[in-house]
């Protein structure tokens, strides 16, 4: 018996899809060495009767599905920081967005321009900083449906960046 997985997180965002004849061990091994396993609040499995099959329900289900974490087969897949490059260029240059990330990056810039900081630098730090919220807004609201995104919400150093940030405003240390 072969087995096909779907992880999802607590707000039913599609994680990661995977396939393995013993699923136990292999959501097991996941736990040590898989970002987005500490974020999964729910697992469904599906059984298949051969490793044939379920290699290629697993190549349709993520070509169709796009989960986050996925990077074989998947159009949607973009590195996380490849990601976080990009909205730091856009927030930054005020160049031209695509239309899921428009509202974003308009929030992104205000909340930019009220920080006391040096532009010349660009740190990637204050993006990390003013992302969280209005993404967490947007896609609450059911306004932002970008994976690349959720990785960036989901990830540990985005969000110690913006507690860096958060401490230097705090303590008053930003130029």
């Keep these: 018996m072969q087995y096909l997985y779907r992880a999802f997180d607590n707000q039913n965002q599609l994680l990661y899809i995977g396939i393995s004849g013993k699923w136990s061990e292999r959501l097991h091994a996941?736990?040590?060495?898989?970002?987005?396993?500490?974020?999964?609040?729910?697992?469904?499995?599906?059984?298949?009767?051969d490793r044939a099959s379920v290699e290629q329900a697993e190549i349709n289900a993520i070509q169709a599905e796009r989960p986050i974490y996925n990077k074989d087969f998947n159009s949607a897949y973009e590195s996380v920081m490849d990601h976080f490059q990009k909205l730091k260029f856009w927030a930054y240059y005020d160049a031209p967005v695509d239309d899921c990330h428009k509202r974003l990056l308009k929030?992104?810039?205000?909340?930019?321009?009220?920080?006391?900081?040096?532009y010349a630098?660009?740190?990637?730090?204050?993006?990390?900083?003013?992302?969280?919220?209005?993404?967490?807004?947007?896609?609450?609201?059911?306004?932002?449906d970008c994976r690349n995104c959720a990785a960036i919400?989901?990830?540990?150093?985005?969000?110690?960046?913006?507690?860096i940030v958060e401490a230097e405003i705090g303590e008053g240390e930003m130029v």
């Design 30 to 49: 996941h736990e040590k060495t898989s970002e987005w396993m500490e974020h999964t609040e729910t697992v469904k499995i599906e059984k298949f009767p």
């Design 107 to 118: 929030m992104m810039r205000v909340s930019l321009r009220h920080l006391p900081v040096d």
């Design 121 to 144: 630098s660009k740190p990637a730090r204050y993006i990390a900083f003013v992302f969280e919220s209005p993404y967490l807004e947007l896609f609450n609201s059911g306004e932002m």
């Design 153 to 163: 919400s989901h990830n540990k150093q985005f969000r110690n960046w913006a507690s």
